[in-house]
């Protein structure tokens, strides 16, 4: 089992580096919210890779995977999702930096929110059950009990997305002076906010 998950690592870090609604959206809470913020996020989407390597080994991602009404249903939704989450941006800065609104429940909301659109964006992602469906069979060794391995194999993917988005993070974090001290933080959101957008309508228009 040890050398599965070793070899699944590459697969794992090819996943978490391939740009896409994840990276779009801790980008954009590090700007808004810093580490923090980035931190809630990356939480919320390892929350939902876990659970889709539940659904995999239940079987529930493959019923996602083969289903044309299945796959399209949750398609939708994370197309509308991430187009919802693209609009807020564009239109004004919704949770933004704490220290702005001067006040601790702010963070405290802010923090939520920003684990909820993790959680959610993650959930309504149809490709991470093709994904799961595709390739664990491949790396769960014969015999070995499915649960146990597709959980490993997410738990896998979760701490290289944390090593990743915390980076990524770290780096925004730095440069998120400048950009608010320079009026930058609105563009960086709205620029975010136009990839979101663009990510939803593209995965809605997406055929399996």
Known sequence: ???????????????????????????????????????????????????????????????????????????????????????????GRHGADPRLAGASRAATVSGRAALREGLITSLANPKLAVFFVALFPQFIPRGAPVLPCALAMAAVIVAVDLVWYSTLALLIARARRAFVDGGWGGRVERLTGAVLIGLGVRLALERR
């Open 1 to 91: 089992m040890l050398h599965t998950l070793l070899t699944f690592v590459p697969v794992a870090a090819l996943l978490s580096i391939t740009p896409g609604a994840a990276t779009a959206l801790v980008v954009r809470n590090a700007a808004r919210g810093g580490r923090r913020h980035a931190f809630f996020t990356t939480s919320g989407n390892s929350i939902g890779v876990l659970a889709w390597g539940c659904f995999a080994a239940l079987g529930i991602a493959t019923l996602v995977a083969t289903s044309a009404a299945v796959f399209d249903a949750v398609k939708l939704a994370g197309a509308a999702v991430l187009i919802v989450i693209g609009l807020r941006s564009l239109l």
